[in-house]
């Protein structure tokens, strides 16, 4: 670019001269800090790229502040070379207009081409490349590519006013910028080639275009600010109105909560009534079915009475699991525990359980618990309820074991530590019946969760293995099973005990 040469005193051409420095100090700083701005903006905001493009062109038309006119980045650096100073002139020209046309293709992307797009990104490429060349080749391709931009600038008003059409947002601001634009091409076409003695209007142009784009987003801003307010009241006035439901709906389900315990009080006291009152009659019953199976000689009629009384066991001790589960439910289920020495009291589980299963016609293995000379193993039981847990898994491996089948009870005992004098104690009921679902394991403790027993007249309560589980854990200790389809399922109760030196207890 040429600058006109200007007569006059010394004095004044140096004040004018200063003058323009300042000037231009003050416009290329303050673009250059709202290039950061529009950059920050975008870092913190990725939500849209338009802030990046403009915070790019505004870094451009800064650097070009700097290097046209009275060419300010070599009065300050006048070591600078010249013909880099040109070059990046010239590739702030070409990237400061495919920048615009980013912008304008982001911000009305449904009416403009992509192909066009990407062919202006090619021609402003390869423009940029001429620069390598020396400045004597590179400074002839100026001409025709402000032609070309002639060109685009005419499709791109043709896009903007599409947009005003539309009624796309910040259309008819854009329109007036591109026509200005336009303008300053044309002028600036006429200027480089000597055509017409005329300013260079190219910073005019883009200080519009960046007043403009500020104008946009100001506004942009400025709607999105309106409806945050419009949905922070929508929001303030459905917290309301939720807070009122919510209300609503706690008390209504407060009155539904306690209708439910007030249900649940009852039935857990009918449950234990009905127990009650049933319980005692069964009993007597099967006194009387026993004196009655001792007088009749009857076959058929013995068949008869021994399903009756098989029955009636069934009830009786359907009838005393639900009094448990109601004692527990009400916390009233009783334990009176005592210190008791674990190899006597397995001996007397063993003894009881190993008529039991023979009676029905099952063998019967089991291992005796090892013991240290001097030492004997101690743990805090009720004895009473710990018989029934046995009793209730044995009832439950002969259901589903077939006849001539094998259970097992194995016994064993681990300190917690090496040489310390506390430990578990482990107690597995092992049988080789039907086995359990691997679907149904987890549901086994369940209350009224029953499995299928097809070889047996007479199938469970469903709520043994539930009343054994609550045993355990206030004996501190856990029960689980594991079980395999048709290989048979294993019990094990896991108990803490203490290691008594045989001097103290006698």
């Not at 709520?463 to 689980?480: D, P, T, V």
């Not at 094990?492 to 001097?503: H, R, S």
Request: hydrophobic fraction near 45%; include cysteine.
């Amino acid at each position: 670019m040429w600058s006109p040469i200007i007569f006059g005193y010394e004095h004044v051409i140096k004040e004018h001269r200063e003058f323009t420095i300042i000037r231009d100090i003050i416009i290329a700083s303050s673009v250059l800090a709202l290039s950061f701005y529009y950059i920050s903006l975008y870092l913190f905001r990725v939500t849209s790229q338009l802030p990046i493009f403009l915070g790019i062109f505004c870094l451009l038309v800064s650097l070009r502040v700097l290097l046209v006119g009275n060419i300010l980045l070599m009065q300050l650096f006048p070591l600078f070379p010249w013909e880099l100073s040109v070059k990046i002139e010239y590739l702030t020209f070409y990237i400061g207009f495919m920048v615009v046309f980013l912008f304008l293709a982001h911000t009305f992307p449904q009416e403009i081409n992509k192909k066009i797009v990407k062919m202006t990104l090619s021609v402003c490429i390869i423009f940029s490349l001429t620069t390598l060349f020396p400045a004597i080749i590179f400074t002839q391709f100026l001409s025709t590519f402000q032609i070309w931009i002639g060109f685009m600038l005419i499709y791109l008003l043709y896009i903007v006013s599409l947009a005003a059409l539309r009624k796309r947002e910040g259309s008819y601001l854009n329109f007036f910028t591109i026509v200005v634009l336009m303008i300053a091409i044309i002028n600036d076409l006429f200027l480089h080639n000597s055509w017409l003695e005329t300013i260079d209007l190219t910073p005019i142009a883009a200080a519009l275009f960046l007043f403009i784009q500020t104008l946009v987003v100001a506004q942009k801003s400025s709607e999105a600010f309106k409806r945050a307010e419009s949905l922070s009241v929508e929001l303030l006035k459905i917290n309301a109105s939720l807070e009122q439901k919510v209300a609503e709906r706690t008390k209504d389900l407060q009155e539904k909560n306690s209708q439910l315990l007030h249900i649940e009080t009852s039935r857990k006291s009918f449950f234990s009534s009905v127990a009650h009152e049933i319980g005692t009659p069964m009993q007597i019953m099967q006194g009387y079915i026993q004196i009655m199976q001792s007088k009749v000689e009857s076959e058929e009629l013995q068949e008869y009475l021994t399903i009756i009384y098989e029955k009636s066991k069934f009830f009786h001790h359907l009838t005393k699991d639900l009094q448990d589960l109601a004692k527990m439910d009400e916390g009233q289920f009783e334990y009176t525990f005592e210190h008791i020495n674990v190899h006597f009291f397995l001996e007397y589980i063993v003894k009881q359980l190993k008529h039991y299963i023979e009676n029905e016609g099952l063998h019967f293995q089991h291992s005796a618990l090892h013991t240290i000379e001097g030492v004997s193993i101690y743990a805090w039981l009720d004895v009473t309820r710990m018989e029934q847990v046995f009793l209730n898994l044995i009832q439950n491996s002969i259901k589903f074991t077939p006849t001539d089948g094998t259970i097992e009870i194995d016994v064993d005992c681990t300190p917690i530590v090496r040489d310390t004098l506390q430990g578990f104690l482990s107690i597995r009921v092992t049988d080789n019946g039907q086995g359990i679902d691997a679907e149904l394991l987890p549901h086994v403790f369940k209350r009224f969760m029953k499995g299928n027993a097809p070889n047996k007249a007479q199938k469970g309560s469903g709520l043994g293995l539930a009343i054994s589980k609550e045993i355990i854990h206030k004996h501190q200790g856990n029960i689980y099973v594991e079980s395999e389809l048709g290989k048979g399922s294993t019990f094990t109760i896991v108990i803490p005990v203490n290691f008594v030196k045989e001097d103290i207890y006698g």
